[in-house]
């Protein structure tokens, strides 16, 4: 058994996601469903169609919910799936760093691979050059 991956972004986000880390990695370490909400979609068929694939990607060691930014629609229909006693952490601030190492440590049990997503999705920003490097401001 393993950690499902449920990706529930707004459209066509997700499945670009997707699609660039198994470019990037090869194949996918772990059970994934990709929902792309459109503005135009109906809210409760996307909503059961989510909660359809949570039990489908299931298999007794939870899931791990991934959205694109907090607060809006597809991270709100993530929010109306949790509780109920099921092994499910939400995950928001999706970038393909964080896609990434969730697939390179898709062994671990599913508070710790919330935790890779987390530190995955921050490691992944960078500023370049460094503010070191710069000038300073001249505040003339």
Do not use: W
């Given at each position: ?44 068929q ?10 489908e ?17 597809p ?40 935790e ?11 500023r ?13």
């Amino acid at each position: 058994m393993s950690v499902g991956l449920l990706i529930i972004t707004h459209a066509p986000f997700g499945k670009a996601a997707l699609e660039a880390a198994c470019g990037t990695l090869g194949s996918l370490a772990l059970s994934t469903r990709v929902i792309d909400i459109h503005s135009s979609c109906n809210l409760e068929q996307e909503r059961e169609h989510a909660k359809t694939l949570l039990h489908e990607l299931d298999e007794g060691d939870g899931v791990l919910l991934l959205t694109d930014l907090y607060g809006a629609t597809p991270s709100n229909i993530a929010c109306s799936l949790m509780g109920g006693g099921q092994k499910r952490v939400l995950v928001s601030g999706l970038n393909l760093a964080m896609l990434i190492r969730v697939m390179n440590y898709a062994d671990e049990k599913l508070p710790a691979l919330a935790e890779r997503a987390i530190n995955g999705g921050h490691g992944g920003i960078h500023r370049y050059p460094p503010l070191a490097q710069e000038e300073p401001l001249n505040h003339a």
